[in-house]
């Protein structure tokens, strides 16, 4: 069973940076494509940005250009650089997993979240 912990968030000023780090542990054999969400109060879950078990990302568009997700399949770590933070970034981030089915055919629907992060960025 994959399990996912977040890391890094914090209060910062607006234009400030922050880098968030989701250490994957126990059959990260099985992880394929990981992504990072966030959830404001009173809104759903949105996709921030994610990543391809081969490199390849896609972003949200309110956070291109600022944002960059990475990952370091040797650390089995998924990182997020975050910069010129805004207060609308204020949110709680997850970290999210998808499996690899072609190792691990058993998860076919299964997907793995991260506890969350918080990040307030204050005026």
């Known amino acids: 069973q994959v399990h996912l912990v977040e890391s890094g968030g914090g209060l910062v000023q607006a234009g400030d940076s922050l880098r968030l780090s989701c250490i994957a542990s126990?059959?990260?054999?099985?992880?394929?494509?990981m992504a990072w969400y966030r959830r404001v109060p009173g809104k759903g879950r949105e996709l921030v940005a994610g990543?391809?078990?081969?490199?390849?990302?896609n972003y949200a568009d309110y956070v291109k250009g600022r944002f960059t997700i990475s990952r370091d399949n040797f650390k089995n770590t998924l990182y997020l650089q975050m910069t010129n933070l805004d207060p609308e970034d204020t949110a709680t981030y997850y970290c999210?997993?998808?499996?690899?089915?072609?190792?691990?055919?058993?998860?076919?629907?299964?997907?793995?979240w991260g506890q969350g992060t918080q990040v307030t960025v204050a005026v």
């Open positions: 990543i391809g078990s081969g490199g390849s990302t």
């Open positions: 126990e059959d990260t054999e099985c992880i394929s494509d």
């Open positions: 999210n997993a998808y499996p690899d089915l072609d190792n691990c055919p058993d998860l076919i629907g299964t997907e793995y």
